[in-house]
């Protein structure tokens, strides 16, 4: 199971730290990534945020926020973080966490098979 925690409302500039608690399943073994889903989105079109490799040492990030966002693991605690800074009203969405069957670092979706309830995330102008 995943659980995301930490989202919230805060000005346009601020920033939020995300984590995502691990358990069920042998958390250091897989990649992790973080999604968001904007209003009026459907769950197939959450979009790709940041992903990490199994050992945190490879990452990956959207466009959108290379250079704002940071993603990072504790392995011993089973938990993966997304550092968000410079937050910008676009980046209002819910924020989910997922993990699959991949060591990898995760580009999109692709493997993605275990997902976790997402945290709001709302950044007012």
Same mark, same amino acid.
């Given at each position: 199971?995943?659980?995301?925690?930490?989202?919230?409302?805060?000005?346009?500039?601020?920033?939020?730290?995300?984590?995502c608690?691990?358990?069920?399943?042998?958390f250091?073994?897989?990649?992790?990534?973080?999604?968001?889903?904007?209003?009026?989105?459907?769950?197939?079109?959450?979009?790709?945020?940041?992903?990490?490799?199994?050992?945190?040492?490879? @990452?990956?990030?959207?466009?959108?926020?290379?250079?704002?966002? @940071?993603?990072?693991?504790?392995?011993?605690?089973?938990?993966?973080?997304?550092?968000?800074?410079?937050?910008?009203?676009?980046? @209002?969405?819910?924020?989910?966490?997922?993990?699959?069957?991949?060591?990898?670092?995760? @580009?999109n979706?692709?493997?993605?098979?275990?997902?976790?309830?997402?945290?709001?995330?709302?950044?007012?102008?």
């Amino acid at each position: 199971q995943l659980q995301a925690s930490g989202g919230g409302l805060v000005q346009a500039g601020g920033s939020l730290r995300l984590s995502c608690a691990a358990s069920g399943r042998t958390f250091s073994n897989y990649a992790m990534g973080w999604f968001r889903q904007v209003p009026g989105k459907e769950r197939e079109e959450r979009g790709f945020v940041a992903g990490i490799n199994w050992s945190g040492r490879s @990452t990956y990030y959207a466009d959108s926020v290379k250079g704002r966002f @940071t993603i990072s693991r504790d392995n011993a605690k089973s938990a993966v973080y997304l550092q968000m800074n410079s937050l910008r009203p676009e980046d @209002t969405a819910v924020y989910y966490c997922a993990t699959g069957r991949v060591t990898s670092t995760p @580009t999109n979706s692709n493997g993605m098979d275990y997902w976790g309830k997402g945290t709001q995330v709302t950044v007012s102008s």
